[in-house]
């Protein structure tokens, strides 16, 4: 929890500065790769907040954080292929984005890109659908025993647009934000497999370059006002 509290506190030092020419906030709903590909991932709530400094009337440089509690992440590099989510975690993710804007009249369209910073305040593992991952469709059960892996800062890239409104000083907008951010898990353990009611053999889990992957793209309402 201290760690979670440094962190907000860090973000809200850094996206609430007194020259800000634009301050919002919003939510979504955030669809993981796992979802849309019918892997098993689940839809779930994020909410986050957002400074914007602004460059003229049409570039701007958003800087903002989210929360989201994600439930499907998915594992690359590894030797086995994990066909279902093998992780969840409590996701606080930070980016920097450049931002077009295209006024006409009270309606705007946005496009942005940039770069993502995510941190997991905490990761667990599901173990049950790691170890079918590693049976894999040899006939054989696999239970883990042990496990270990490195929870370690992502680093990626997120781009989007929105469209929307604005009434004086404050906007309200839809948002699509697209996100590919990778973090490197070293996975290592043990696990048991064999045939149901036979005879088992402890198998080394070894998997350095195993990356926890956060791929998917967000839908959601935001608003803004402009200082």
Sequence with gaps: MKKVLVFCIIMIAVTSGVFAAEAGTGFSLYFPEAYYKDAGGTVSVENGFSTSFS???????????????????????????????????????????LKGTLPLGPLFFEAYGGGGVNWNASLIPFKGIIAEDLAGNSGNYAVITDLTYKNSLGFGWVAGGSFGFTISKMSVSMDFLYRDIKSALEMSGSYDIGPKGGSYATTVLNEPDAMLVMRGFTIGLSGSFTF
């Design 55 to 97: 460059f003229g009337k049409f570039l701007s440089l958003p800087i903002g954080m989210s929360y989201n509690k994600v439930q499907g992440y998915m594992v690359e590099g590894a030797s086995v292929v994990s066909t279902q989510p093998w992780f969840m975690g409590d996701s606080f993710l930070g980016y920097v984005m």
